[in-house]
C-alpha cells in the first residue's frame, strides 16, 4: 500500500485520510473522511461564497492548463468534470443544481494485490486464466482500486494494457494508454482497440447498452478485459448484460465475476455453458443450454442461468436453512417461477379465472369453467399446443368440477340490500387464505382472528346470493 503524493494547490483541502471534499455557495464545506465503507462526515465552519467558488474554479482550470495530467472531461453547459493527476472535479451550475456546488474526490492509498493477502488458486486465476472479468459492487466499495492492483499485476508480466475511462481517473503507469469517450465515439475506441490489440483492456466502468455492446465486442476478438460495473450483488452484474447480448455467448464474454466490499474480495464466481436439465427439473426432455454459476471460493453451484418459456432465468439454487445449513432450493425455486410465469401467460390468453397445479417438473394441470375448455384448446388443439411448446410442460385440461373441494362449516350473514356479507368460519382457520369458487369465479379472502370474513364489493356479494360459493382445497391441488 503506497500513499498518494501529488503537487497541486488542492493538496491543501485533503489529508492522507481525506476521501472527497464537497462544497456548495454559502454553505459550509463538508469533507469525507476514512476509508470506503468506513468513513465521517466532517463538516467545516468556513464556507465559500460564489464570487470564492468562482475563483477556485478559475485556479482549477488554470493549472489543468499547466499540466500533461490536466483534462476537461466532459464540458456540458451546466455541468463540467476535470480530472487534474488524482483530483476528480465534477461542478454543477445554476439552474442545474439550485446553487454553485462542485466535489472533488481523491483516493487516498493505492493498493497492490499484496495487499488483497490472495491465495495462490486465485492470484493464479485472476493472473493467467480469467479473460472476460467484472469487478461489481456499488459506489466506494474499492472497486477501482482492486481494477488498478490488477493492472499492476499485467503490467509486471510485461503486457500490453490499455484503459477505458471517463473520466481518466485510474492512476497507472506512463507505459499504459488511457482512452476516453469524451474525445472518441465508442466506434472510434472500438476500431483502435481492434487494430492495435492490446492484451488486457481495463473498461472503468461499464454503465449503458454502448458500453455492454463495446465490452462484447473487444472480449470476443480475444481482447483480456476487466469491467468495472455497478451491482449489488456479484449476480446482478451478469444480469445487466442479459437482454443486450445473447445468453449463449455471456460465458465467453464474462467468465469471472469478482464483488469487492471495504476494498476486501468477498466473493468470485466463475461461468460455464453446458446443455443439461436445469436444477428442479426432472424430464430429460427439458435439457437446454444452461450458464453454470459457481462459487470459486467454495466450489459451490449458486444460480444457473436458462430460458423457460419466452423468458431468461435467473435462478438461485442455495438457501440458508437453520443454523446456517446450505440447502439446494432448485424445486422449490423452479416451481414458484413456473407458477408465476404460466399465470402471467395465462391471464393474456384466458377470458376467464383458472387454477394451476404444477406435476413435478414436467406436467401442469390447468383447471378452467367448462364453457371455456373450448378456447383454452382452440381449433385442432393449436392454442393447447402453442402453450406446451412455449411453456415446455404438458398440460392437462380440468375443468372446476374436478376440482378439490374443503369440507368446512360456515355461517353466512347478509347486511342491508345485499351490500355486505360476513362469512364466519370455525376458529381454526383464522388467518389462513381461503380460495373461493363462487359459480365460475375465483377470490381468495383470509378469516379475522375470529375466523370471519368481511365481504364488502358489491358484484361478489351479489353473486354469492345468487350462486353460492364452495371452498377449494388448495392444499390438494
Known sequence: ????????????????????????????????????????????????????????????????????????????????????????????????????EMTIVKPIKKLVMDDYKLDKEVFELLRNQAKGILISWSPGSGKTTFAQALIDVYHQDNHIIKTLESPRDLLVSEDIVQYSFTYGTHDEVRDILLLSRPDYTIYDEVRNTSDFELYKDLRLTGIGLVGVIHATRAVDSIQRFLGTIEMGIIPQVIDTVIYIDKWAIQQIYTLQLTVKVPEGMESEDLARPVIVITSFLTKQ????????????????????????HVASKGKSAIS?????????????????????????SSNLDIYVPEWAKGRVIGKAGANINDLEKSMKLKINLKSFDDLPLMDVQTEVYNGKKNTITDIQFPIEFANQNMCFLIWDDIAYFTPDERGMVNIKQKEIVKSINRQGFVIVDTHKL
Open 1 to 100: 500500500m503506497e500513499q498518494i503524493i501529488w503537487n497541486s494547490f488542492l493538496d491543501q483541502y485533503f489529508d492522507e485520510h481525506t476521501m472527497s471534499f464537497h462544497a456548495k455557495e454559502g454553505r459550509p464545506i463538508l469533507r469525507k473522511k476514512g476509508t470506503p465503507g468506513n468513513w465521517q462526515p466532517i463538516l467545516d465552519e468556513h464556507s465559500l461564497s460564489k464570487d470564492e467558488m468562482d475563483i477556485f474554479i478559475d485556479k482549477i482550470y488554470q493549472e489543468i492548463e499547466q499540466r500533461d495530467d490536466g483534462f476537461v472531461e466532459i464540458d456540458r453547459k451546466l455541468s463540467k468534470v476535470l480530472q487534474l493527476g488524482p483530483y476528480r472535479i465534477v461542478i454543477v451550475y445554476p439552474p442545474l443544481s439550485d446553487g454553485l
Open 301 to 324: 453451484v449458486e444460480y444457473e442461468i436458462y430460458t423457460f418459456g419466452e423468458q431468461i432465468v435467473v435462478m438461485p439454487l442455495l438457501e440458508i436453512g437453520d443454523e446456517g
Open 336 to 360: 414458484e417461477y413456473a407458477r408465476h410465469t404460466i399465470t402471467q401467460k395465462l391471464q393474456q390468453l384466458l377470458p376467464c379465472d383458472f387454477l394451476l397445479k404444477i406435476k413435478g
